[in-house]
């Protein structure tokens, strides 16, 4: 087990209190917690279902003993990492497309990202994918992923041309089609070995006002 105040022993009290629920019908007391996750004091315990609760993962009710229930709404911290193009593709200035540090971390729902893990987001410039309801100044979420089904929205490394981009992908006979949502664009045509997939679109955030 993890040294308590990680995200590990967070992730073993919930399945603690899952497995729990399940064998009794009932919920856990902080004590049981205490001494089923080999936790040091209820106030370690106390501490990390405070952190479940803001993080929308439990719900208690503090004049209920036994109150805890387990949400569908489990929070995925999920950081923005970089711009890429929705239009013609624009250079980066790293060989892997964008930076690794992020520039900030969105909080989403896991529901929201259809329970997907292995996430990251990237901005949208360009209006390549508007009939796909991806616009310039949207954020896009991201499934990493090396590989893609035909007509799955992807992030895509082009590497002899050193650009990124996001389009609808799709394999034919000898080359790729990195197909725009706007009917004012053409296509990009490439030879499979110069196309790499990186990503997998499974959300996208549209920030009002921008």
């Given amino acids: 087990m993890r040294k308590p105040g990680t995200s590990g022993t967070r992730e073993n009290i919930l399945k603690f209190i899952r497995d729990f629920l399940d064998e009794r019908g009932y919920a856990p007391t902080v004590r ?8 040091s004091s209820t106030a370690v315990v106390q501490h990390h279902l405070n952190v ?22 489990g929070i995925v911290e999920v ?40 996430l990251y987001a990237l901005r949208v410039k360009g209006t390549s994918m508007l009939d796909a309801l991806i616009g310039d100044g949207d954020i896009v979420v991201m499934e990493a992923a090396q590989t893609a089904e035909n007509g799955d929205t992807v992030a895509v490394w082009l590497k002899a041309e050193q650009e990124a981009t996001v389009k609808k992908i799709y394999r034919g006979r000898g080359r790729i089609r990195l197909q725009p ?30």
Avoid at 32 to 39: T, Y
Avoid at 86 to 92: E, H, S, T, Y
Avoid at 103 to 115: A, Q, R
């Fill in 32 to 39: 049981d917690i205490a001494r089923g996750c080999s936790l």
């Fill in 79 to 118: 950081p923005v990492l970089g711009t890429i193009a929705a239009g013609k593709p624009i250079p980066v200035p790293e060989s892997d497309s964008w930076t690794s540090v992020p520039e900030e971390v969105l909080k989403l729902t896991s529901d929201f990202v259809g329970g997907k893990s292995n």
């Fill in 181 to 210: 949502a706007n009917r004012q664009m053409e296509p990009i045509y490439a030879d499979p070995e110069n196309v790499e997939v990186q990503g997998r679109v499974v959300a996208v955030l549209r920030r009002l006002g921008r």
């Fill in 52 to 73: 479940l609760e803001r993080e929308g993962r439990i719900h208690r009710d503090p004049e209920v003993v036994r109150s805890i229930q387990l949400t569908e709404r």
